[in-house]
């Protein structure tokens, strides 16, 4: 571990726990995200296309990825290396990407690298895009073996007796299986049937639904979830 891939000033007692969160939180992780968003940027301009840009071949797109597919830690330290001259960590990163443009024979483009933006602009989207895949890739997976782990003590422990407590007083026995099976099974549905009431929150947000909630058209979604419901 290094400086540019340690998450937080306790990475020396829990790397090895935080380890699979170095590629999405770690400064080099971060310096990485930003070269995703120049690069997704421009390849954005020349697809609109802007004037200047028409001529752009979109078979290099590929190439321009692979600026930040293949990101290295040496990359990073390059960007740093880099801000040492500019004092400026977004603008680091926009030489950088110049550079690779230069080994692309692609001199004449690399001017509309973060044309018309502001460092904002690239860290409110690389911050949110890093916490979207450390998410998919990390969260979600674990608590899915979270949950897995606490079906299988459910099931070991179903005969244990045990104690029950309300307000931390004692209260009726129960079973130590019962109890961990709570955490690891939802019932939303049973009691949402039992109460009448539209689980709403389990309706899936997708793209074509956030759109049409931004063009107030959301009544005319079609979505199994919604079926039953007036809206």
């Not at 310096?31 to 690069?39: F, G, K, P, T």
């Not at 680091?92 to 044309?115: G, M, T």
């Not at 130590?176 to 549905?189: Q, T, Y």
Request: overall charge negative; charged content about 30%.
């Amino acid at each position: 571990m290094q400086a540019l891939t340690a998450i937080s000033p306790i990475d020396g007692r829990y790397r090895d726990k935080v380890e699979g969160l170095a590629n999405y939180f770690s400064e080099s992780a971060l310096i990485r995200y930003r070269v995703m968003v120049e690069v997704e940027y421009f390849i954005a301009l020349c697809e609109l296309p802007l004037p200047q840009l028409e001529g752009f071949d979109h078979s290099l797109f590929d190439s321009l990825k692979d600026i930040y597919l293949d990101f290295t830690v040496e990359d990073a330290q390059k960007v740093k290396d880099i801000e040492k001259v500019t004092n400026h960590d977004v603008k680091a990163v926009e030489y950088f990407i110049k550079e690779k443009f230069d080994q692309l024979n692609l001199h004449e483009y690399k001017e509309f690298i973060h044309f018309g933006l502001t460092s904002q602009d690239i860290n409110n989207t690389s911050v949110p895009c890093s916490f979207r895949d450390a998410i998919h890739d990390v969260y979600y997976p674990l608590i899915d073996e979270l949950i897995a782990k606490l079906e299988e003590l459910a099931e070991e422990w179903k005969d244990v007796p045990m104690l029950a407590k309300t307000h931390g007083q004692p209260a009726s026995p129960t079973r130590l299986g019962k109890e961990i099976k709570v955490f690891g099974e939802s019932h939303i549905d049973e009691i949402a049937a039992d109460l009448n009431v539209p689980v709403l929150g389990k309706m899936p947000l997708d793209p074509a639904i956030a759109q049409m909630v931004e063009e107030e058209k959301f009544s005319e979604a079609e979505n199994p979830y919604l079926e039953g419901f007036e809206l």
